[in-house]
């Protein structure tokens, strides 16, 4: 199947703590056709973001669309908690980079 | 003459807030997103111009971890804050409108309020500033939480485990998140200058709107998009001003710097930021619902945003934050550039934990060793999703955590020399494995803290975690 490298229909991929216990990732598409080809895809499903941090799906708090933002979020289980001992980001701000190597299938969606 | 001059300015506050009832837009200045991060001094006068109602202003954050709500230590500079402070206190005074800020200190407990108030005192006295100050702590005593607990009125919030009183005992500081209400009955019994404790973000921006009779849905949601300052805007910023107008159905932002703008996306897009879910953002007391928002371009650098609706909860909840001692830290830094050693890195890395386990065997020692390896999986740890990372150098991080800054001392410096040492199979360079930048090599991190509470608590009065306090000054 034909695809399309995510990094080319978004402009923002980023994470960030939300709160001590969790981490959350947005995805802001340029377009909302890019928005909806990927919404429509279901190549951002919960499985798929359990995979891409090898978590368990119950690990993957929740995923929504935000047509407003043409925005897509996941939220995770923070690996531990802001700041304890082995801590490797305490903002959680370098953690974006798995949703980097995503692609989006361009089936036909007549 | 003094008192006479502040009982006059107290009145022209009152006057002020009684004659924002009939009016039909409440406008409100964001000189940054964290007091103490700066504004251009041009924009902030761009931001006057436009005759604002308020000045508000968050100044703390969980983000920058659990030690500074456990040490009482701030982490944004004095210096930096003074700065920032001088500029807004003058502002106020002169204009006879209030100055809330949210978080004080950066974490909000009693140290971090009453830093950024020996900041305003000294200030006022330097610069001859009078005005009528409210303090507002929001720090909770274990036993209070205790308390609570055994009436059932805690709950984890998100991932966090159910509370036990052990745990509330362990706690360092704990801090409850207020919501609007300290903040109105500060602004109500005449305090032009606000200085509050741990604050639900929006809340210092709202405040003053929903006394003045403004929606809240729309208070708070305007609230959400100033507290970062000018970071809503393109290009963003953390050290820049937000101008927000709020009206009876509707509310704008935009940046007073003509170098930025607020866009459609930019607003929409920054009520994701930090948050689980962007449709409904929970606080104090209830949620901001946004399913029903819309925004809109405004001009050219404003947007227009409608729709929002604050649902109030059935039981008022205020989030506890609480953190508690773990022990003390020193850390190593040192450089890797031999690739037969990086090929088995993690081989070598199992030998020194042996050695140094083995050594200390006997000595009663508890502690926390810990190796970041920066070149292979340092930023990401266990969410690395590279199982092997080619890497002609690697930087490393060694760290100890122990029950003592000595005990820290000794597992540090002790991983480090055997680090150094250690032989490894194929090994030519026979001197030494480790490059060290600085000497000395070992630097303490001081006390370590983890947060243990991030619960809601139910509380039958907003008020009654957090008490008012009037100064004049």
Known sequence: METIKITDMVSVIRSKNSGPYELTFDVIFKSRADYERARRSGALKKERIAELYHLGKDEVLGTVWFAAALAFKATIVRPLISGDPGETDVYGAQQHVPFLSLTIPVADQT | ?473
């Open chain 2, 1 to 473: 003459m003094q008192a006479r001059n502040a009982i006059d300015r107290s009145l022209k506050v009152l006057a002020k807030s009684k004659e924002l009832h009939p009016m039909k837009e409440m406008r409100i200045l964001s000189p940054t997103a964290i007091l103490g991060y700066g504004f251009p001094e041009d924009s902030f006068r761009e931001g006057l111009r436009r005759d604002p109602h308020v000045i508000a202003v968050d100044a703390g954050s969980t983000d920058p971890g659990p030690y500074y709500l456990g040490a009482g230590e701030c982490f944004t500079a004095g210096a930096a804050v003074k700065r920032d402070l001088e500029i807004l206190l003058a502002a106020v005074v002169e204009r006879g409108i209030p100055l809330l800020i949210g978080t004080a200190g950066g974490s909000g407990g009693r140290p971090h309020v009453e830093r950024d108030l020996s900041l305003i005192r000294k200030i006022a006295c330097e610069k001859g500033l009078h005005f009528k100050m409210a303090l507002i702590q929001a720090e909770v005593g274990p036993e209070k939480v205790i308390n609570y607990l055994r009436q059932g009125r805690v709950t984890p919030l998100g991932p966090a485990p159910a509370l036990s009183e052990e745990e509330v005992g362990r706690s360092a500081r704990i801090v409850g998140q207020m919501g609007v209400e300290p903040l109105m009955k500060a602004l109500s019994a005449g305090a032009q200058v606000v200085l509050a404790g741990r604050c639900y973000d929006p809340a210092v921006f709202a405040a003053p709107a929903i006394e003045a009779g403004f929606d809240p849905g729309l208070a708070l949601h305007l609230g959400k998009i100033m507290e970062c300052g000018a970071i809503a805007a393109v290009p963003g910023s953390g050290s820049d001003c937000l101008y927000g107008r709020l009206e009876r159905d509707c509310f704008e932002v935009e940046p007073t710097t003509p170098a930025r703008q607020c866009t459609e996306a930019s607003i929409a897009a920054h009520t994701l930021y930090e948050k689980s879910n962007p449709l409904l953002l929970p606080g104090p007391g209830g949620m901001i619902d946004l399913n029903a928002s819309s925004f809109e371009q405004s001009g050219g650098r404003a947007v227009r945003v409608a729709g929002s609706r604050f649902i109030p909860a059935e039981k008022y909840t205020v989030k506890l934050e609480g953190v508690k001692k773990a022990g003390y830290r020193t850390v190593s830094i040192a450089g890797c550039r031999d690739p037969i050693m990086i090929r088995q890195i993690d081989e070598l890395i199992g030998a020194v934990r042996e050695r140094v386990t083995d050594n200390f065997r006997n000595a009663g020692l508890n502690f926390f060793l810990d190796f970041r390896l920066y070149g292979k999986d340092g930023v990401m740890g266990a969410l690395e999703p590279q199982a092997v990372v080619p890497c002609h150098e690697l930087g490393i991080v060694i760290e100890a955590v122990a029950g003592t800054q000595e005990a820290a001392d000794a597992v540090c410096s002790f991983a480090r020399s055997t680090m150094l040492h250690t032989s490894y199979p194929g090994r030519l360079a026979t001197a030494g494995n480790l490059a060290f930048p600085f000497s000395p090599s070992d630097f303490r991190g001081g006390e370590v803290y983890r947060f243990n509470i991030y619960h809601l608590v139910e509380v039958n009065d907003p008020l009654e975690l957090f008490s008012v306090e009037l100064i004049d000054l």
